[in-house]
C-alpha cells in the first residue's frame, strides 16, 4: 500500500561520515514533501548504523548483515518502501535545500519518464564530468576499456562518454548514473525488482535504464536542481584489483543480457587481460 510520497532508498557500507551530511541534506531539501528515508546496510562496522538510529530515529533501516552488493542491497529496501516515486541516493550525495519538491514536480509534468537524474556538480559547484550520463555500452568502447586503450588513445570514449554533453537543457539519454535516480514505482512493480539482482555493483544502473526504454519509458537528464556528488570517495579506497574483478564480472553480465552471444564471448575471453593488466599496474606503481 503505497502511503508517502517519496522513498529515498540509500545503499550504505561504512560511509558514516557522508552518509551522516546526507540524511541532514534530505531533511531540508524534502520540505513540502511526504517522504521516507530507508537505509540498506551492507555489515558496516564503523557504527554508522548506530548512529542513524541515535540521530535519525525515523530513518528505517535495513540490516542486511553483510555485503551483498549495491543492486540487491536496494532491491531489500525497495521491498519495504511504499512512496509513488523512489529515489536511489548514495551517501556521497549533499541536496540543495528545497531541491526534491522542484524535481518531484518535473517528474509529475513529464509522466513519460521513467528514470530521471539531475545535474550533478563538484564541490566547486561546477558541472560534474565523471558523474554525467552515458551512452549503453558497445562492444567497441568496453573492449578499449578492458585494454585500457583510453590512457594511449583518449578520443576513443568520446561518443560513449556524451562529449561535448550540453548540461544546461533537459534531454533524453541512454542511461544515468545510479547515484541519483529517480524513478516510478509502477516502472519498478513491473519489474519486479529495483535493479537486476544478477548484477553485485557495476552496470545496474545502465540496465535498469535499458528496461526503462524497453518498458516504453524514457530516461531523462535535466537540470531542473543540481546536486553535490563526491563521486564514492570511500570506493575509492577499495583496492583496485578487486574492484576490477567486480567491474569486469559485472560486465559480462550486461554482454550476456543484451547482446549477441559472440560479443559476450569476447567480453569474457578479456576478462582475464584486463584483470592482469590492473595487478601489473598495482606492482608497477609499488
Not at 9 to 18: A, G, L, M, Q, R
Not at 91 to 114: C, K, Q, T, Y
Not at 220 to 228: H, K, N
Request: proline share 5%.
Amino acid at each position: 500500500m503505497l502511503n508517502m510520497e517519496l522513498s529515498i532508498i540509500t545503499v550504505n557500507t561504512n560511509d558514516k561520515e557522508k552518509i551522516l551530511e546526507q540524511i541532514e541534506s534530505v531533511r531540508v531539501a524534502a520540505v513540502g514533501v511526504e517522504y521516507e528515508q530507508i537505509i540498506s546496510d551492507n555489515g558496516s562496522i564503523d557504527g554508522s548504523v548506530e548512529e542513524i538510529q541515535t540521530k535519525y530515529p525515523e530513518v528505517k533501516i535495513v540490516k542486511n548483515g553483510k555485503n551483498i552488493g549495491f543492486g540487491a542491497a536496494n532491491n531489500s529496501a525497495f521491498k519495504i518502501s511504499t512512496g509513488k516515486f523512489l529515489l536511489f541516493l548514495n551517501p556521497d550525495m549533499h541536496l540543495a535545500p528545497g531541491s526534491l519538491r522542484i524535481f518531484l514536480d518535473w517528474m509529475e509534468r513529464n509522466s513519460d519518464v521513467g528514470i530521471a537524474s539531475p545535474k550533478l556538480v563538484d564541490e566547486f559547484g561546477k558541472f560534474n564530468e565523471n558523474a554525467k550520463p552515458r551512452r549503453f555500452p558497445s562492444l567497441r568502447d568496453q573492449v578499449a576499456i578492458l585494454l585500457k586503450l583510453p590512457h594511449i588513445f583518449p578520443g576513443v570514449l568520446d561518443n560513449y562518454l556524451y562529449k561535448n554533453f550540453d548540461f544546461e537543457k533537459d534531454q533524453a539519454v541512454d542511461s544515468v548514473r545510479g547515484s541519483f535516480m529517480l524513478t516510478r514505482r509502477e516502472f519498478l512493480d513491473r519489474l519486479g525488482w529495483a535493479f537486476d539482482p544478477r548484477y553485485f555493483i557495476w552496470f545496474e544502473d545502465v540496465d535498469i535504464c535499458r528496461e526503462a526504454w524497453r518498458n516504453g519509458y524514457k530516461v531523462m537528464y535535466t537540470p531542473v536542481i543540481s546536486c553535490l556528488d563526491y563521486v564514492g570517495q570511500n570506493f575509492k579506497r577499495l583496492p583496485s584489483l578487486q574492484k576490477q574483478k567486480w567491474f569486469t564480472a559485472s560486465m559480462v553480465t550486461y554482454f550476456k543480457k543484451w547482446h549477441p552471444a559472440w560479443q559476450w564471448l569476447v567480453v569474457v575471453g578479456l576478462r582475464p587481460v584486463a584483470i592482469f593488466l590492473v595487478w601489473l599496474e598495482s606492482k608497477i606503481k609499488k
